[in-house]
Nanobody, 115 residues
Framework: QVQLVESGGGLVQAGGSLRLSCAAS????????IDWYRQAPGRQREWVAS???????MYPDSVKGRFTISRDNAKNTMYLQMSSLKAEDTAVYYC?????????WGQGTQVTVSS
């Protein structure tokens, strides 16, 4: 099993930046790709970034060029650097990974962007 704990959320003005962290513990040697998702009130959970073990990254068009995902394998920590934030980026952000047939989620961290 893997435990994931997000941190770094908060309130920021539009145009500002935040860096989210995701600390992994447990069976971290089994972790492959790490994903970040977000969920705004009344909306479905939305994928926002992925990074493979080798560092290959992927983003949807909605955040491409503004968000950067990275990982420090030695520290078992993943990051989501968010810049040029918009009001529509307001959501609870979750990190997640899949091991075998099971997907693991952190508890989420709230990001609120004021316009």
């Amino acid at each position: 099993q893997v435990q994931l704990v997000e941190s770094g959320g908060g309130l920021v003005q539009a145009g500002g930046s935040l860096r989210l962290s995701c600390a992994a513990s447990g069976s971290t040697f089994s972790i492959n790709a790490i994903d970040w998702y977000r969920q705004a009130p009344g909306r479905q959970r939305e994928w926002v970034a992925s990074i493979s073990t080798g560092g290959t990254t992927m983003y949807p068009d909605s955040v491409k060029g503004r968000f950067t995902i990275s990982r420090d394998n030695a520290k078992n920590t993943m990051y989501l650097q968010m810049s040029s934030l918009k009001a529509e980026d307001t959501a609870v952000y979750y990190c997640s990974t899949k091991l075998g047939v099971s997907r693991y989620w952190g508890q989420g961290t709230q990001v609120t962007v004021s316009s």
